[in-house]
């Protein structure tokens, strides 16, 4: 359910405006604390930032697949503005029922260590780790009332927060939000479904989706870069211990791509909450995060001591694959949760999860 089976029109027009707005120069400037308001603006301007608002909430009313296939671009393209998070903080928003405000938009927490809570009408706790905080001017979170299995959704007025600064290994802002007696703009009525778990999984397989990109683009670079550097009187492509490598990588790509399609694809045939989608969501980040870890160290090796340049690209794909493997947990905790799913069900349960239509 990846670019695939998005609106090819969208597609199109996505990569148009990428390669037109987000070369590396606007990364790297972006990465050096300027803000890339042309790339924004057309982003903003054409709605892909609000792809997955409903219409009767003030969206176009794009379908998850279009959703998704925006974000993989994103990956692909080291957008260095929150375009993945604005586009989840409005599914999150349209979940609760909420009109999301317009603008560059994050969501909160990100991590199980984060808790907001919700007393009388004002909010409290804090969020670490948050994207972009402080570049957006709303906030979307998730918070707990007194019962603790009760959630619901709220829209924070950004400024109404106190921001600590952080820098993720992609150079980009990674901030604790702290909400110290913090009214809403507007929030949902509590209840007891599990929104924190299904931001969780939803903001997983976003970064999935990044990550298959961003090595999509690691796989194209080394390829290129093999055939045109010559070492020994021939391309270094034509030597084998390289072209085993590129295949590796290839290799590594391919899973990444098919584990985000599957795991897309589920959100779309069961819902976020069904055990068919938790057990795609979490392979899809176990294996993203494997990928990235062997395929970001590959494209490394090929390029030798150039891919660790800042004037080469290669690193603005690389250290966001390291940083996003973590982001809505690592790989470690999504499979030591998806073994103790499979062992408290037993392995009847498993082959009949994993063969149903």
């Given amino acids: 359910m990846g670019i695939t089976n998005a609106d090819p029109l969208i597609i199109d027009t996505t990569v148009r405006m990428l390669e037109a707005l987000c070369g590396p120069d606007v990364v790297g400037a972006a990465e050096g604390g300027e803000w890339p308001g042309a790339l924004w603006d057309a982003l903003e ?34 957008v260095p503005v929150p ?3 604005t586009l989840l903080a409005g599914w999150l928003a349209s979940e609760a029922g909420l009109e999301a405000p317009e603008g560059p938009l994050t969501v909160a927490p990100v991590n199980a260590a984060s808790s907001v809570r919700l007393t009388g009408d004002a ?22 009332s007194g019962d603790p ?18 820098t993720s290994l992609a150079g980009e802002p990674s901030d604790t939000v702290l909400f110290e007696g913090v009214v809403p703009i507007s929030r949902s009525a509590t209840g007891a479904v599990d929104l924190a ?29 093999a055939a045109d550097r010559h070492q020994f009187g021939r391309p270094i492509a034509k030597f084998q211990a390289v072209q085993h490598n590129l295949a590796v990588l290839a290799g590594e790509v391919a899973a990444a791509t098919t584990s985000a399609d599957a795991a897309a694809s589920a ?23 494997q990928a990235a870890g062997a395929g970001a160290a590959i494209a490394h090796q090929v390029h030798g001591a150039m891919g660790f340049t800042r004037e080469y690209s290669l690193q603005h794909r690389t250290r966001r694959l390291w940083a996003w493997r973590d982001e809505f947990d690592p790989e470690t905790v999504w499979a030591i949760e998806l073994g103790r799913h499979v062992a408290q069900r037993g392995g009847d349960a498993l082959w009949a999860t994993v063969t149903a239509a």
């Fill in 83 to 85: 375009l993945a998070e």
């Fill in 123 to 144: 909010l409290s706790g804090s969020a670490r780790a948050v994207p972009f905080a402080r570049a957006c001017g709303h906030i979307v979170v998730v918070f707990r």
């Fill in 267 to 289: 959100i779309a045939r069961h819902g976020i909450q069904d055990d068919r989608t938790f057990l795609a969501v979490a392979a899809a980040k176990i294996r993203g995060g």
């Fill in 197 to 225: 778990g299904r931001l969780r999984r939803m903001g997983a397989v976003m970064r999935a989706g990044q990550m298959a990109g961003a090595l999509d683009r690691c796989l194209r670079q080394s390829l290129r870069y």
């Fill in 45 to 78: 301007e054409s709605a892909l930032v609000r792809a997955w608002i409903p219409e009767a909430l003030g969206g176009p009313g794009t379908s998850l697949a279009d959703g998704f296939g925006v974000i993989r671009l994103a990956g692909t393209h080291a």
């Fill in 149 to 166: 299995r009760a959630t619901g959704v709220a829209i924070v007025d950004r400024a109404a927060c106190s921001i600590q600064p952080g």
